[in-house]
């Protein structure tokens, strides 16, 4: 595969894919650096690249590592003390449009719970690798998700 | 194997108990086009919570790809240099071309006012003093178009 093949047939997905990595490392400098570290890996794998059935999936499963290493590094500050009383105290927000409303309920919640969330609905990512990035145990890690869902749903059809 | 009913997949998804697996299954249902009306939010919510928020990448974004792929053996793509940042806001040059025109208005306006000649009104000598007197009659005698008063100036004072 020519460089400008792939410039035209991968590139173009940097955006989709720099939404995803924002949604998982919260941080603009360490989405783009995960991104384009992505975009390298992949050009030395352009040619495997073309044989496969479902590049755009494996693209996405190779960010996604890319994530989890970039949150490995900084098991963050963020403690889970009071994800309860956070998640307990979160309003339903005045907007209107349901995407919106979930969205700005996820964003009034802790970065780490934010996170687990997000590692677990977008990137699909099991219970032993939301532990690895985070540094949580997996019985803390189910409660964050059991919690937050139920509220969730309750907000969501208030 | 027994199949788990939605109704034990629903109670694992909200207990956080659910396998990757289960979740996926779980969400098929819900969204299945002849599911019931009442599962109609549930779906919504698991879809939304599956989408990442929309964010926009910074400015020269996949221009910064391009080249840091640049740095690897192979990848000559053509990148464009990078666009200078724009300094000047509309703003500056809407400024800039009002002052100009106000500029412009006002040397205009100093074109057409009438010029005056400040003339001396102190002589030093009575021959000074004549000559202005005589320079000031024939100015006179002209404007008034008084014939030949200017020739009779001409000697002196009787």
Known sequence: MTSKEFEEKYVCLAPRLYQVAMSLVQNQQDAEDVVQET?????????????MQNAQGYILRMLRNACIDQLRLR???????????????????????????????LRSLPPKT????????????????????????????????????????????? | MKT?????????????????EEERLLKRLLQAPDAPPEWKEEAELMEILSTPPE????????????ER??????????????????????????????????????????NMEPEYTVYSDTCHTAEEAKAEIENALLLV???????????????PCD
């Open chain 1, 75 to 105: 098991h963050d500050e963020t403690d889970l003390l009071h994800v309860e009383e956070s998640i307990a105290d979160a309003q339903p927000p005045p907007q209107t449009d349901a995407k919106d409303r979930v969205h700005a309920i």
């Open chain 2, 141 to 155: 005698a002209n404007t008034l178009i008084l014939g030949d008063v200017a020739d009779d100036l001409g000697g």
């Open chain 2, 69 to 110: 792929l640049q740095r690897e053996p192979d990848f000559n793509a053509e990148v464009q240099p990078t666009p200078v940042k724009r300094f000047f806001r509309p703003w500056v040059y809407a400024t800039a071309v009002a002052a100009a025109m106000m500029g412009f208005v006002f040397i205009m306006q100093r």
């Open chain 2, 55 to 66: 964010v926009v990448p910074p400015a020269g974004f996949e221009h910064r790809i391009l």
């Open chain 1, 114 to 158: 934010q996170r687990i969330v997000t590692m677990r609905h977008v990137a699909e990512c099991s219970i032993d690798e939301i532990c690895e990035a985070t540094g949580e145990t997996p019985s803390n890690v189910r409660q964050i998700l059991s919690r937050t869902r139920k509220k969730m749903i309750e907000m969501f059809k208030f």
């Open chain 2, 4 to 20: 788990p009913t939605i109704d034990e997949l629903r109670k694992k998804y909200y207990d956080g108990d659910a396998s990757l």
């Open chain 1, 39 to 51: 975009f390298v890996k992949l050009w030395r794998e352009a040619d495997r690249l073309e044989q």
